[in-house]
């Protein structure tokens, strides 16, 4: 290293803290070449707009569940012995519950900021599962997924299904009457699968429901096996980031071969880092103002109570709904072996509805042949197909979700039980047909406007009084860098079939024409510069 | 793919310059090229800010952000002494929660301050012009993927990992079927009997008395009053060495009805004791406890998936997903007169699973 040999004579006029500093990065760079790293990302450049957000909510929140978890774990007794309660919640003194179940009692009642570390970590995972849904719909609308971040999707796609799962293994952990019960209905489930049901929920439980192991390998599953799998992936989730750079929004300068933003050194790192302290800061202020999970109402586990209106912690609302609203009488016996149609059913759909959000990027890539690389963000209205096809997802998912409350709505509507069903099992299939029309119409409306004014400006809301006495309002047209926002989007038609070198027609293009015409049929086409240049001339 | 639409990429819209590398450009399916698409206006002016622009704002600005860092100090310092001053007083719900409060509060405090004084500091005093980076295309230039190919050739050269297909195709077996004891090791997750007679079996046997849950009191014909309803366990149960698993399967509900109201198919006859009947509280659907009677309209409700049950019926399905009617427990009184049960169920309890009838 050459500058070892000069830094004697330029040291003299530092100061000691730039002397250390010094001293310190060379340190660490003659042995991991970190400067490389530091070279290479330190001025990497992050585009702003207030949707690119969620997904750091994301990051901050799981961060927050680690921190607030960890310090659980070192109380939190996952082991379903037997003990009586000698705590200091007076309600339940003396009684018999597990282990599990009296160490989260003592955990919120004996330990100082217990219950708080308790209500952070089950704030935060709501949390957690809320913005990588809210996270994934602005990738989707805006079309975020397209190539070159396909792989990109996927693996967010895995980080919410382990998102949810997390959050189911650790809401069963206290061993509480409301988690026992979700238990149950997936010890339900789980024998509902044909031939091997019963010795899946045989050899989860360790025997018979519910046994003395669940809490132990749930609690093994929720604090190793599926945080190291999610760390792992939220790696290679921000590797592909760093590597496919962020897309952003189309703007004045922006083009598909730059990025426009802020520099991670410093101002990213600031409010990024700012972010995460504001993240942690408001999970902290609910959790110390809004009780979660008092599992002290609902006692220990047993399976004979339960209380009216149980329901799951809202991201698993989704299945218990598609399990309510199965018709009456799905079940049928053949050669003496029993179809649980009403769990086989449900349990198909989830997988089928998932697999669709998973590999939608492939089917519409499939669907334009476009192979060339995106990194400009649509705006959901220029690609009103599949806005609306998102409109019609988001509408199933919602009906099955509100489904899970279908009691609740009825008593606070007080309306029948039985409406409600019937209500939500109309609207699962109607719903979406309706969401999928209104959406594409409203988005189609919305081009319109925007071709509207680009060409012609908007209303300035002065009315003027021409010499032949007729009024009409003055248009004022836009700036140049305002119409570029509504101008510069892709524009796609649909796929003309032809035949291919032997002269045939495969069903692959076919399918493909069908598909093709179905999306881009409807279509508004950008405004281009001649028609600025009449619409000017009319003027 | 390549006839099938009249574009050609444009460099106007995507693509080309990311990806320039290759010989083929990346093709732009039915995309559609606009030969006078308007042109990209280029940057728009930077608009300073009033602390780019102000000496005095831009101190005042300076002073804020350090007093946020400041207060957030004061709020870390001050989670401290609430930990101190107010502990939990064992018993005293109120301290736990002023504990969870104050402390929350404080702790809250310590971190949104640094937040909001960071993000203020980015927004309001660093530099804020955008900056520009040109994308690259992600695929690897020609060049490298020359070398990635040359490295796998090399490789399978050196190694004969294509020529020596007998060593590829064992080492492909091996490698398939490792994993295979790693299967078979879990399957001690579960004891080494048969569940399906398990999942056929409860407590409950000619004789034994249908007690109050959790109490484990032995129940009198004559308590049970026209329209109560009891919850019920399997008398010494508590003694049982799976006294939840048991539970699991033999909890049941005991009503009164008038014998009249009850419809009574053939074989049946004998299973309730002047108008007492006794149905499995465990949901035929998923297994959540039937917990909810209804007395007016004689319903059972199963509060998780709102499957009702008609006990004049014999506890047929009269909505929700469950397909059948709850099982019902054979029943008469002892010569005490305590209710005791006839048999074990005709038919396994609670969710449906495979091997039921089997």
Redesign the interface.
Known sequence: MTTTEERPAVAVQKSRGTRFTGWAANYIDERTSISGIVKEVGRKIFPDHWSFMLGEVALYSFIVILLSGTFLTFFFQATMVEVEYEGSYVPLKGIEMSAAMASTLDLSFDIRGGLLMRQVHHWAALLFVASIGLHMLRIYFTGAYRKPREINWLIGFVLFVLAMAEGFTGYSLPDDLLSGNGLRIIDGMVKGIPVIGTWISYLLFGGEFPGVDIVGRLYVLHILILPAILVAAIGVHMLLLIINKHTQFAGPGRTNDNVVGVPIMPVFAAKAGGFFFIIFGVIMLIASLFQINPVWTYGPYDPSPVSAGTQPDWYIGFADGALRLVPPGWETEFLGATFSWNIIVPLLILPVFLGLVAFYPFIEAWITGDKREHHIADRPRNAPTRTAIGAAGVTFYAMLWAAASSDLIATHFRLSIEGVIHGCQVLLIVGPIIAYFMTKRICIGLQKKDREIALHGFESGRIVRLPGGEYIEVHEQLDEYQRWKLVSYEDYVPLMIRPDANGRISINQRMRAAASGWFFEDRIAPVTSKEIESSHHEH | ?A????GT?DSS???????KHGNNP???????V?S?????????PYRPRVSDLDPAVEKAQERRVSALFFVSIIGSIAAVVV?ILF??I????ES?RL???????S?????????????????AL??GH??????H??RGTDATRAKAVEVFTLGNKESGFGRRTLIRNTLIGALVVSPVPAIAL??D???AED??P??KHTLWAEGVRLTR??SGTPIKASDVTLGSAF?V?PEGLDESE?K??E???A?VLVMRLKPEDLNVSAGREDWNYEGIIAYS???T?????V??YEKQTHHL?C????SQFDITQEAA????????PLPQLPITVDAEGYLVAKSDFTEPV?????????
């Open positions: 793919m006839n099938d639409h009249d990429p819209i995507v693509g080309t310059t990311v990806e990346p093709h732009a399916g039915t995309a559609v606009v006078d698409r308007i042109q990209n206006p280029g940057f728009e930990y502990p939990i064992p018993g005293d719900m736990v504990n969870n409060l104050l402390l929350g509060i702790i809250a405090l310590g971190l949104l301050a640094i937040g909001i004084g960071a993000v203020h500091w980015s927004k660093m530099d955008d900056m520009v980076e040109q994308r295309g992600t879990f399957r997750l579960a004891p569940p399906v398990l999942l849950d959790p919850h366990i799976h939840l698993e539970k699991a399967k909890a509280k465990i949901c659907h998923v297994g959540c406890p917990a909810l409700l509060p998780c998936h709102q399905v009269i909505f929700g997903p469950a397909k059948r609670g969710p449906s699973f495979w091997e039921r009838k089997l």
